[in-house]
């Protein structure tokens, strides 16, 4: 999988203009405009497909499980973006999610096969709208293929309302990751953000990445609710393993 990926990058060639941006590849092409995209691919792999479309749409590819070699033959002209996605994707659910600052085509499991908890994901192009990001957000709840999405949007995205909501969704699994809401609680814009992040953290403290980020909002935060709050959650963990 390694060497078809790496070929894609060495034969690929990504020409941008004002109306859009255009990868070619061992004499196919894929063009993206706007809200539309046009390909002519004969015989490219899906992986290389993939590396051709994250080109064109400066998107970041992620794959659930990594890429297949599947030839892929589609030939379309100012197909709109979503249906287009498709075509060239096949049986493969996956979700672009752009926002000003990110692009990332998500990309799942063939046939939409259900992951270990029986879901599927649905295929969603997101825009700058938030309102639209969070419900693609909430398409991918209970997705455990989904987990690298979701701690993108509750990193990157421009909207503190799809943040809370990603970060909703990431705090629903059972598992806590100490490390990332540790930098939200550290980092982010919104104090309310940063305030659901630190309580959160109350309930990891078994691991060393929330106790570290817990005595250090507690002892160098420069708001004053945010430090008293860490403090807060540190003694009543401590007064509860001494219960």
Known sequence: MRAASTLALVLSTVVTTHA???????????????QEISA???????????????????????WSAGPDQEPIVQSFAGVPLEAGLERLLGRRNFTFIRTAGTRTLWIASRDGASSSAGTATAPAVVSGDPYERRAALDALAGDPDAVGIL??????????????????LVLADDTIPAALIGHVARTDAWVGLRARAIEALGRALD?????????????????????TLARRVLRRASRAADA
């Open 207 to 227: 691991d060393p990445e929330a106790q570290a980020a817990l005595t250090d909002v507690a002892h160098h935060e420069a708001e004053g609710a945010l430090r």
């Open 20 to 34: 859009g941006s255009m990868a070619l590849a061992n004499g196919c092409r894929i063009a993206v405009h706007p």
């Open 151 to 168: 701690h993108e949007a509750l990193l990157a995205d421009p909207d503190a309302q799809v943040r809370g909501r990603a970060l909703d």
């Open 40 to 62: 002519d691919v004969h015989g490219l792999s899906v992986a290389t497909v993939a590396a051709l479309l994250g080109q064109a749409l400066q998107a970041n590819v992620q």
